[in-house]
């Protein structure tokens, strides 16, 4: 079975927060960084497309695809995020780097899911360039 970058897919980044959540859901939320939709097209060895955060959050992105060969990984890619001018994202820049999750040969109905991190490159809003967080994104149906 061959990874399929392109689609759309459900993102969620989070904190990367040592401290145990215990069951608590206010916690749990915290460690949430951000979440939105990628839509993602690939074509030559490049991905492109956009996360729509929503109320007019949306970052546009490319980068390359890179075919992987041995172990588990398929793909690697690396996008960089930009914000798009006259919008609430204006100035913004994340990078991101992943890779295909893990497909269990033994899984029951697992939904096809890429993992990876994404690191604040350009400060905005108060937040210093940096920071790092972690991200799944899995793919919608």
């Given at each position: 079975m061959s990874f399929q970058l392109q689609g759309r897919w459900?993102?969620?980044?989070?904190r990367n927060d040592t401290t145990l959540v215990d069951g608590n859901a206010d916690k749990a939320l915290k460690n949430i960084f951000g979440e939105g939709i990628f839509m993602l097209a690939v074509?030559?060895?490049k991905v492109t497309g956009t996360l729509d955060m929503?109320?007019?959050?949306?970052?546009?992105?490319s980068g390359p695809v890179v075919p992987v060969s041995g172990g588990d990984v398929?793909?690697?890619f690396m996008?960089?995020?930009?914000?798009?001018?006259g919008t609430p994202t204006a100035g913004w820049e994340y990078d991101?780097?992943?890779?295909?999750?893990?497909?269990?040969?033994?899984?029951?109905?697992?939904?096809?899911?890429?993992?990876?991190?994404?690191?604040?490159?350009?400060p905005h809003d108060g937040s210093p360039?940096?920071?790092?967080?972690?991200f799944i994104a899995v793919k919608q149906t």
């Open positions: 459900t993102y969620r980044s989070y074509s030559n060895g929503g109320s007019g959050y949306v970052l546009d992105l398929r793909i690697a996008m960089i995020g930009t914000g798009r001018p991101y780097h992943g890779t295909d999750a893990f497909t269990w040969p033994k899984g029951i109905d697992q939904v096809p899911a890429f993992v990876g991190s994404v690191l604040r490159a350009k360039a940096g920071y790092v967080a972690s």
